[in-house]
């Protein structure tokens, strides 16, 4: 394969998966243990904010008890080496990317390492729990929520996603079952000039990609990137 000028990466769950984050998903997953509807809407913030908030505290606090995996880091290594056009876009909420490396990294669907204040809108840098008590760092309103994206949301940065893809010659994705729009629909806008490859524990279904390669992405995606910094 000649090298591409300009890649587009998008990761979901399963890049995660071997640091110890439950996927989506797959059996045993957070969707078979929660109902999305009462923790990842607005309706459901509406409805109960502290229920939201409690499932992002845990949630937040699990990644103090996690690591990047082999897979995160040879994206960071790669982000690192490659003098290209590149851009590594996640559906993660996990901030396990920035701690593998990867600085040319946009979080479509946000993320826990921060919370958004409903009063002023400010986005603030977020460690802790919080709650409908918790005061807003900037305003000091007790009206933070996750800054994450719910169903039913507009995901962040399409006018950036959305350029490099209509630009890339290659597009890899990694690690999710394409089942979420918009990201889902990725492989087909960046298929009209560039080549596509998937990378997952099974092919997501579909045929969408020129290539599909199925296994851990703690295997799969170190040899990917030692392939193209050969
Ligand atoms: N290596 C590679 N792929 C894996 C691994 C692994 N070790 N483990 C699981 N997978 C694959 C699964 O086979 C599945 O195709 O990762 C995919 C995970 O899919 P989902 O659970 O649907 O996660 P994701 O695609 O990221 O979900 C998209 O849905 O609920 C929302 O907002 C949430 O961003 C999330 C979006």
């Known amino acids: 394969m000649p090298k591409p000028r300009s890649i587009v990466i998008l990761t979901g769950a399963g890049i995660s998966r071997e640091s110890g984050l439950d996927t989506f998903r797959d059996p045993g997953g957070v969707w078979d243990k929660v109902r999305l509807e009462d923790v990842a809407t607005p309706d459901a913030f509406r409805r109960d904010p502290n229920r939201v908030h409690a499932f992002y505290n845990a949630r937040r606090a699990q990644l103090n008890a996690v690591e990047p995996n082999a ?16 851009l590594l876009v996640t559906q993660n909420i996990d901030d396990l990317h920035e701690r593998g490396g990867s600085q040319r990294l946009l979080h479509m669907h946000g993320t826990l390492r921060h919370v958004r204040c409903l009063g002023c809108a ?17 305003c000091g309103q007790a009206t933070l929520r996750p800054d994450v994206v719910w169903f039913g949301e507009v995901p962040l940065h399409m006018d950036a996603i959305m350029d490099a893809l209509s630009v890339c010659d290659l597009f890899v994705s990694i690690g999710t079952s394409g089942t979420v729009y918009p990201a889902a629909g990725f492989v087909e806008l960046a298929g009209r000039q560039a080549d596509t490859l998937e990378l997952n524990l099974e092919p997501s279904g ?24 050969s």
């Not at 880091?73 to 982000?79: S, T």
């Not at 802790?128 to 900037?138: L, Q, S, Y």
């Not at 020129?210 to 030692?226: C, I, Q, Y």
Request: proline share 9%; hydrophobic share 45%.
């Open 122 to 138: 400010a986005v603030s840098p977020w460690l802790e729990a919080a709650d409908t008590e918790t005061p807003c760092p900037v």
């Open 71 to 86: 897979a995160h880091r040879a994206l960071g290594e790669l982000d690192r080496a490659w003098t290209g056009d590149l």
């Open 206 to 229: 579909g045929g969408a990609f020129d290539r599909s390669l199925s296994g851990p992405a703690t295997e799969l995606v170190p040899r990917f990137v030692a392939d193209l910094l």
